[in-house]
């Protein structure tokens, strides 16, 4: 033991805490209590996938199946939530294996210039992306005749408690994880809504009715649903989150099966979204820009009723308050990883200023923005997908660089089938990505007719 | 960075029943989880002239995009 205290670096908060949570582990391990070890080992999977359920995520797929009905976007999101939960697994695996963060692993391995590049994307997609969450509380929030003011004060208020439970990982994870489940009230609504059932049948093994209508209008709502299920806020977290967690290379089959959770309960809720929107198809129009001064909780009230409306309403506020936490932690991750500071939740305060401070900051400036009197909410919510979907494909590129990195991973590489599919899905979203950006770039500029 | 496989992530020696001392909880921790150990930067890769220029060009691409993508949302706020 005397050997030991010699060879031992000086001991931290954040190595207590983390050895606390290991000693769990070990122990449930070691008494072969297996779903006790799962409990023990599950959150940040899910926590990344159903804090990317989030506002601007719903009011995307409501938005589809209010434009387009059921179809198309169905089965689509199941497949984008296939491609997450690819991608997530990478993070998983390369946070297990080096225990550290996707942000600190870029800045080191591949230079200064690349980790900037990284945390500056992230930083971003994120600020934009906090003021389309801030949105959807707010948005939720209305169908009560409770204002911007109690939306942004909601987020705030949520992100200081957890910050201030802080100096524990386990503790904030488990607050996140606790709010998540109310993600499955968009399930809820979809039942409420009465759909047919055959035709959400049809349309999952058809692909059919295809939409039409605007081919812009359809390449949005592509981009952002996918920016709605595979976006660069969600490598950061899910592979600093299990660095910080503690997770190691023993754990990695209940890292998968708690990405493979999150992914299957996302897509499922994520469904509800579309399906409860689709109530709206044909009604009113079904104008996006329509059903977002409307609000899409009060338009479902004369079709589905008070109970579903407010159950969607409810459902969008608590997507937009876990995404508020998790986006947040994101940034918080990036910022003290590439600072070279503290960055760690079971890290005090006191002692991580920098880290929890950027914690703030994003939902700090999100809250002020969504104060502002006639704001374009939708239209910010739609366009933060899609700005996630524009810029993945270089933090895909960088994880997909790691998880083959045999110096660092040794033998938990990639192996030839995941890089293929991997490769595939970051074509796949360049493609829709720049489809997009240009085909509307060309409108904007007068160079290709409206439509 | 990667552990040799069956590196240990269990403790050398199992604490003892009440309160472990911080030496024996940190033993449940691999070596290189420490927060001591993680502050230490993993070396520099070495990327190809072409893995270079690939990034490269994928980040010019994103950044053209992206002006789009943000000119595009502006114009259609006015």
């Known amino acids: ?451 | 960075m990667a552990n040799t496989p069956g590196s240990p992530a269990a403790p050398h020696n199992s604490p003892q029943k009440g309160e472990p001392s911080d030496q024996q909880l940190v033993m449940f921790l691999e070596h290189d989880q420490l927060a001591a150990d993680t502050s230490v930067p993993v070396p520099r890769a070495l990327l190809s002239r072409r893995a270079h220029t690939a990034l490269w060009a994928l980040r010019v691409f994103i950044i053209l995009v992206s002006i789009m993508v943000i000119y595009t949302f502006a114009a259609n706020l006015k």
């Open chain 1, 1 to 451: 033991m005397a050997e030991l205290d010699l060879t031992l670096p000086p001991l931290t908060h954040e190595d207590l805490d983390r050895a606390a949570d290991r000693a769990r582990v070990y122990h449930a391990r070691e008494h072969g209590r297996r779903w006790y070890l799962l409990w023990l080992l599950l959150g940040p999977g899910i926590l990344a996938m159903l804090g990317e359920n989030d506002g601007p995520s719903m009011i995307s797929y409501a938005t589809s199946g209010g434009a387009y009905g059921l179809g198309f976007f169905l089965p689509f999101i199941l497949l984008t939530f296939a491609m997450a939960i690819v991608c997530q697994e990478m993070c998983m695996r390369v946070g297990a294996v080096t225990h550290r963060g996707y942000g600190q692993l870029v800045l080191e391995r591949f230079g200064p210039l690349w980790g900037w590049f990284s945390a500056g994307d992230l930083i971003v997609t994120n600020v934009v992306t906090l003021i389309a969450e801030f949105v959807a509380i707010r948005v939720g929030l209305a169908y009560f005749h409770l204002g911007a003011g109690v939306a942004a004060a909601l987020g705030l208020v949520l992100v200081a408690v957890t910050v201030l439970s802080g100096g524990r990982y386990w503790r904030w994870e488990r607050i996140v994880l606790g709010l998540a489940v109310f993600n499955g009230l968009f399930l809820v609504a979809a039942i409420m809504v009465k759909p047919h059932w055959g035709s959400v049948g049809h349309a999952l093994l058809t692909w059919s009715p295809f939409p039409g209508g605007s081919f812009n209008t359809l390449l949005l709502l592509i981009a952002s649903t996918i920016g709605a299920t595979v976006t660069p806020w969600m490598i950061f977290f899910q592979q600093s989150a299990s660095a910080d967690k503690g997770l190691t290379p023993s754990d990695l089959r209940q890292g998968r099966y708690d990405t493979i959770a999150g992914g299957v309960l996302a897509a499922v809720f994520g469904c509800g979204a579309l399906i409860a929107g689709a109530a709206l198809a044909g009604h009113y129009g079904a104008g996006i820009e329509g059903l977002a001064g409307a609000g899409f909780p009060a338009s479902l009230k004369p079709i589905a009723g008070n109970t579903a409306a407010t159950i969607f309403a409810l459902g969008l506020i608590e997507a937009g308050a876990v995404a508020v936490l998790t986006i947040s932690a994101s940034t918080a991750y990036a910022v003290g990883e590439c600072l070279g500071v503290a960055h760690s939740f079971n890290s005090q305060p006191r002692r991580a200023l920098r880290f929890y401070a950027s914690d703030v900051a994003g939902a700090l400036i999100a809250a002020g923005i969504i104060l502002i009197p006639g704001a374009p909410l939708l239209s910010i919510a739609l366009n933060a997908n899609v700005l996630a979907t524009v810029l993945l494909p270089m933090a895909l590129i960088f994880l997909i660089m790691l998880a083959n990195d045999k110096q660092l991973m040794g033998e938990w590489t990639n192996k030839p089938s995941t890089n293929r599919i991997a490769i595939a899905i970051v074509a796949f979203i360049s493609i829709c990505g720049a489809a997009y950006g240009i085909d509307s770039f060309l409108q904007a500029v007068h160079l290709i007719p409206a439509g």
